[in-house]
Each structure stands twice: as structure tokens, then as C-alpha cells.
């Protein structure tokens, strides 16, 4: 598998972007310990247009710095004082569209991805704490370069069909009024990866 390269990442379209992870592979080297899971679903946030995002209205906080970093690089926040959630950073510098990565596939370390869980995994890393949490991913590799740091993406041979993906508004932001619907989730059935 190749890693994707940072022109990937700035593409200007950050909803067609997060389709377009769809079937890749996250893979972290975190601690010494090597994990990778499939993306199954993503959701986009389009910066300062878009009410639920970090960034909207042009906000600029020290979480959200990240945020206005070139494409390929990695957003990890806290919610609830819990849950690491990693989003991908895209586009240009100065444009802070990200995507959260809400669930995956587990492909390698699994017992090592049981051990962070205290739990068998399973088939699918559903819910984006427990995506980060099986792969090591912690608010310290908030603003690493995807390029060159811990977590990388790979583009597998998993080419997803438009026709399988499904779309949905994303969840956890009705705060966003209208923009709480938009169809910015993509995911896609895990099954069509077997």
C-alpha cells in the first residue's frame, strides 16, 4: 500500500474529500506499536461557513490552530474530556476544512488494539473515540504532518463505488441549526471490504 501524498489532502472540496477516504487504511506506529483500520465512515466539516465546525465564523483558539494548517495534517481534540477524536486536516493552509474519521475496520494489531480497549474489538471500530483509542491516537499527535508522522493513511486497493456509499447528516451537532443536516457523513456497509 502507498501513503497518500499531501495533494491528496488539499483537494478544495472537503465533502467529496471525505468520500474519497472511504476504503483507505489509517495506520499508526504510536509507543512502538504498529495498528491499521480501514475508514468505513467520515464525516466533513467545511470551516467557517459550516455552523458545526471548530472553525466557524473564522474562530481561532489554541485547539483549533490545527484547523488553519496546510492539508495532511492531523486534528485531535477532546470531547467530553474523554474521547480523542482524530479528523484529517484538508485543503490550504488558511482554510480550515477538516474530516472526522467515525469508524473503521480493524486490519493489523488487533490484539494490541484489544489491549487499548480492554476489549475484544470486533468487526467494526464504531464511534470516533474508539477508533482513535484502538489506534493509539491521543490529542499529542494533534498537528503531526500525515506525510511524515505517527498516523499515516494509505491508499488501499479498495476502491469504493459511488453507488455503495450512503450519505446522512452528521451526528451530535444539532447546535448547527440548518447546517446540522447537510449531508456531509459518507459511509459505506464494512462488508464490502470481505
Known amino acids: 500500500m502507498k501513503q497518500l ?13 471525505a468520500r474519497e477516504l472511504l476504503g483507505k ?6 509507543d ?3 495498528t491499521s483500520a480501514i475508514i468505513t465512515e467520515t464525516e466533513a466539516y467545511a470551516g467557517e461557513r459550516d455552523r458545526a465546525s471548530h472553525a466557524y465564523g473564522g474562530r ?3 485547539r483549533t490552530e490545527v484547523m488553519y494548517a496546510q492539508g495532511g495534517t492531523a ?3 477532546l470531547c467530553y474530556g474523554i474521547h480523542h477524536l482524530f479528523n484529517v486536516v484538508t485543503n490550504q493552509r488558511d482554510v480550515p476544512h477538516a474530516v472526522l474519521i467515525r469508524a473503521a475496520v480493524p486490519f493489523a494489531g488487533v490484539p494490541i488494539m484489544q489491549d487499548r480497549l480492554g476489549r475484544d474489538p470486533g468487526g467494526l471500530l464504531k464511534g470516533p473515540g474508539v477508533v482513535s483509542k484502538a ?3 491521543r490529542t499529542a ?3 503531526t504532518d500525515l506525510t511524515t508522522g505517527p498516523i499515516r493513511i494509505l491508499d488501499a486497493t479498495n476502491k469504493i463505488d459511488l453507488r455503495h456509499v450512503k450519505f446522512g447528516p452528521r451526528i451530535g451537532v444539532d447546535y448547527a441549526g440548518a447546517d446540522a443536516l447537510l449531508p456531509y457523513r459518507s459511509m459505506i456497509d ?5
Not at 501524498?5 to 474529500?17: E, I, M, N, Q, T
Not at 464494512?190 to 470481505?194: A, G, H, M, R, Y
Open 5 to 17: 501524498p499531501r495533494s491528496f489532502y488539499l483537494a478544495p472540496d472537503v465533502v467529496v474529500l
Open 25 to 30: 487504511v489509517i495506520a499508526t506506529t504510536i
Open 32 to 34: 512502538g506499536r504498529h
Open 60 to 62: 481561532r483558539t489554541a
Open 75 to 77: 486534528y485531535v481534540y
Open 135 to 137: 489506534l493509539g491516537i
Open 141 to 143: 499527535q494533534s498537528g
Open 190 to 194: 464494512p462488508d464490502l471490504l470481505k
